[in-house]
């Protein structure tokens, strides 16, 4: 239950964290710290992958909404990439694709963060 | 009667002078007379004794001041008979015949007002011997001294009889006759039995033994001196033959008293440090007991813990160590003695070998000469000097939790013994300390507990009480709550029109802040529930008025639905919430009802109207509407599946035919089938809607 992991990688300008097992209000501040650890080295260009994500609550969601106003304000973004069908879901109901930009594969998120 | 005493004995001293100015000046006073005389002064003197006994510095029950009231009284009467001699000089009265009492007025005089004033001091002294020695009182120490008082009026009798009737002039020679040697003996053995009570010497510290001791080595001379001018002194007793042997009879006895202090005193001596020193540490070891039981701010505790051990040890530095819970290294909590300059964290770097075999080994460390020892000395060097250091390690069920230094600056400072007292210390602040944590940690507990009470309480109170009364339509709500507060709502709104509007919502999140805003919101809807038609509209304006206060990591999910209880017209829009299921009467397949729409509180108001739909359907009686929060579909069993959407269109097409309350009771049935023994997480909230015609 309270399994979780986060494993970063930095690609050039973009970072990656690779989220794995259950993100809930127990294991969200493993998440927090880093985000936070990007953020004060001036890593705002941010890719969260969810391949390894088994489940997600509003404690994990409230994760990336306490963030995303600092990291775009710094011209950055966190990106959300690999979805499973369930996890996609949970987002989709609330309606995050209206403000985040969710992708099928990472490949995709780091593109998008060469073109702008 | 209280008068006639009162007045009694000055009436018989002013018959006294009378005898003795008209019938004895001019020797014409026989045996008997005097004898008359002898009785009239003494009932006098025995009459004035209480109102002596009242005087504030003879009553007091100090015995510093008995002690100091002793010491004046003897070196007064020393002091006098040396001057004595030279007024007796200057008047030329050197003869000592009782006869040449009434020779010369300044004889008399001065043998009256000595023996009168003479008396009464000796009657003081008196009374403070007895309260010296009743100081302890025991069985009989009563008994003994009352026959000391017996044996004292004999041998003054005896005196009187020989003086009187005998007219012996040598008393220095203690007279003839065998029952006046017998009773002084008894007297004397009296004496001294009643002279081994000196328990009170036991009560003094030691600077006040000193000062007694030299002051019963001065009074030594003084009082045997006295002893034996009084002896030689015949004019002391022409006067009154009894006041002069009570005079010198309690001398006697006060001689022997005050040799047996002085040695009692001197034996008491070289201890008298080290006795000092107990009744210090066992006070000191009493008020840690004290202060244990009460005290239970723990930053109190271990001030008091070392400040106690500097007092009660006479150590120069005192602080403890102990083992902060999460961080698993030691942090000094406490100093005494320790100069502001020094940095108490320094004494927290341990990392020498003496320190770990104290730390895996439990054992104290005694060391009595620091600079011989390197790896102490280092350690120490902030303080300066130290030649002595003792450190003992406070254990709790076999586990250490600190450690308790003390450290002198003298070389050879601490014995074994002392290893021992703060070993005792040690454990007694363990146990303390380790109380005060348990109390914190229940007290912690309980508020947080009471907090989640009063969050749940509040919660509850928030949900609607009755189902709205509608004929065509069926309706039923419940909310199961979960150990943890959670915040689910869920309310109903009378509108105009005949128009019924239904909300269901969840703030993200436990615990009281998710009541907390899920009260706001049922006050938010409350507003604006009647001032539209549009649940769209509705949910706008709720996005707005929430946004400025919500947290930016919360956000409210809701949906909002108003049916036309006529035309059963289904208006609804959906903000990030569980989308509704629909069971239509007619067939078996339910429907998703899942319109775009943002959470409440995740965007300022642009995006989230852009991206709000508003949905219709037209309901028929039979339909069946289940409105449910996410506690439903993700209530997990003990193999952590989840019950999920399926499930639920499935139970509610079982349950298709059933009253809105028997698909409620059934519904929750089939769940907490489901759940089992897992623990529930979340609330479980739903609303059942079912058309009836």
Not at chain 2, 25 to 34: D, H, K, S, T, V
Not at chain 2, 558 to 576: C, E, K, P, S, V
Request: aromatic share 12%.
């Amino acid at each position: 239950m309270t399994n979780f992991e986060v494993v970063r990688l930095d690609n050039g300008n973009v970072s990656t964290l690779h989220i794995k097992g259950y993100l809930d209000a127990h294991t969200a501040p493993q998440l927090e710290q880093a985000l936070q650890k990007l953020i004060d080295e001036n890593r705002v260009r941010i890719v969260v992958n969810f391949s390894d994500l088994n489940y997600i609550s509003s404690a994990g969601l409230g994760v990336f909404m306490g963030f995303i106003e600092n990291v775009r304000n710094s011209q950055g973004d966190i990106k959300l990439t690999n979805m499973s069908t369930k996890i996609y879901r949970v987002f989709d109901l609330l309606g995050f694709p209206t403000l985040y930009e969710i992708f099928q594969d990472e490949k995709e998120a780091v593109a998008r963060y060469q073109i702008s | 009667m209280r008068k006639i005493i009162t007045f009694l004995p000055f009436v018989l001293l002013i018959l006294v002078f009378i005898i003795d100015f008209s019938l004895a000046w001019n020797r014409q006073m026989g045996p008997e007379l005097a004898t008359i005389r002898e009785i009239f002064l003494l009932v006098s003197f025995l009459l004035l004794i209480p109102a002596l006994r009242n005087i504030q510095w003879v009553s007091d029950q100090k015995i510093l001041t008995k002690l100091r009231t002793l010491f004046i009284i003897f070196i007064v009467f020393f002091v006098f008979s040396l001057l004595a001699e030279s007024i007796l000089m200057a008047f030329r009265i050197d003869e000592l015949e009782p006869k040449t009492l009434y020779s010369s007025l300044p004889t008399y005089l001065y043998s009256a007002i000595i023996s009168m004033t003479g008396s009464a001091l000796t009657a003081i002294v008196l009374f403070n011997l007895r309260d010296l020695i009743f100081a302890k009182r025991k069985k009989y120490t009563q008994r003994i001294f009352n026959l000391l008082l017996l044996f004292m009026a004999l041998q003054i009798l005896l005196r009187n009889v020989v003086q009187l009737y005998f007219h012996n002039i040598e008393i220095s020679k203690l007279g003839s006759g065998i029952p006046y040697y017998i009773t002084l003996f008894t007297l004397i053995v009296f004496f001294v039995i009643n002279s081994f009570r000196n328990s009170w010497i036991n009560y003094l510290n030691k600077k006040q033994k000193i000062a007694c001791f030299w002051g019963a080595f001065i009074l030594l001379p003084v009082t045997f001196g006295l002893s034996y001018r009084f002896s030689k002194q015949e004019l002391i007793y022409s006067f009154s033959p009894s006041l002069g042997g009570f005079l010198e009879v309690t001398t006697l006895f006060f001689c022997i008293y005050l040799v047996m202090a002085f040695f009692g005193l001197l034996f008491h001596l070289p201890t008298a440090g080290l006795f000092d020193r107990k009744l210090r540490e066992v006070a000191s070891l009493h008020e840690l007991s004290r202060t244990v039981s009460s005290v239970l701010n723990i930053n109190e505790l271990v001030a008091s813990i070392t400040r106690l051990i500097r007092t009660g040890s006479q150590v120069d530095f005192s602080w403890l160590l102990l083992f902060q819970a999460k961080e698993n290294h030691l942090q000094c909590v406490s100093t005494a003695g320790i100069p502001d300059s020094v940095n108490p964290q320094v004494l927290a770097r341990l990392e020498d070998d003496w320190a770990k075999t104290i730390l895996t080994q439990q054992t104290p460390l005694l060391a009595n000469e620091v600079p011989h020892e390197k790896a102490l000395q280092r350690y120490l060097s902030p303080m300066g000097p130290i030649g002595s250091l003792l450190a003992v390690p406070l254990v709790f069920s076999h586990q250490v939790k600190g450690i308790l230094f003390a450290a002198k600056q003298e070389e050879f400072g601490f014995e074994q013994e002392d290893q021992v007292m703060l070993q005792a210390f040690a454990n007694q602040a363990v146990t303390a300390l380790e109380n005060a944590n348990l109390i914190k940690q229940v007290v912690e507990k309980e508020l947080f507990e009471q907090e989640l009470k009063i969050a749940h309480d509040a919660q509850m109170k928030l949900l609607p009480k009755t189902m709205p009364q509608v004929s065509s339509l069926d309706i039923q709500a419940t909310c199961i709550t979960a150990n943890e507060v959670g915040g689910d709502y869920y309310d109903f709104f009378k509108l105009e029109g005949g128009k019924l509007g239904l909300a269901i919502g969840d703030v993200s999140g436990k615990g009281p802040s998710a009541a907390f805003y899920m009260a706001q919101l049922k006050g938010i809807m409350s507003s604006f529930a009647q001032t539209t038609q549009s649940p769209r509209e509705l949910l706008i304006k709720a996005n707005q008025a929430l946004y400025d206060h919500i947290e930016r990591t919360v956000f409210v999910t809701m949906n909002y639905a108003i049916i036309d209880t006529q035309t059963h017209l289904l208006t609804f829009a959906r903000a990030g919430h569980c989308p509704p299921i629909l069971l239509p009467g007619a067939s078996q397949h339910w429907q998703v009802l899942e319109p775009r729409g943002l959470g409440l509180g995740m965007d300022d108001g642009q995006i989230f109207s852009e991206n709000l739909d508003e949905a219709q359907v037209q309901l028929h009686p039979g339909d069946v509407l289940f409105l449910y929060t996410d506690g439903v579909t993700e209530a997990r069993n003990s193999r952590n599946e989840e019950f999920q959407e399926g499930q639920v269109g499935a139970t509610l097409t079982e349950l298709q035919d059933d009253s809105a309350l028997e698909i409620k009771d059934k519904f929750v049935k089939k769940l907490m089938q489901f759940v089992g023994d897992a623990r529930q997480h979340d609330d479980l909230t739903f609303i059942i809607v079912k058309v009836i015609s």
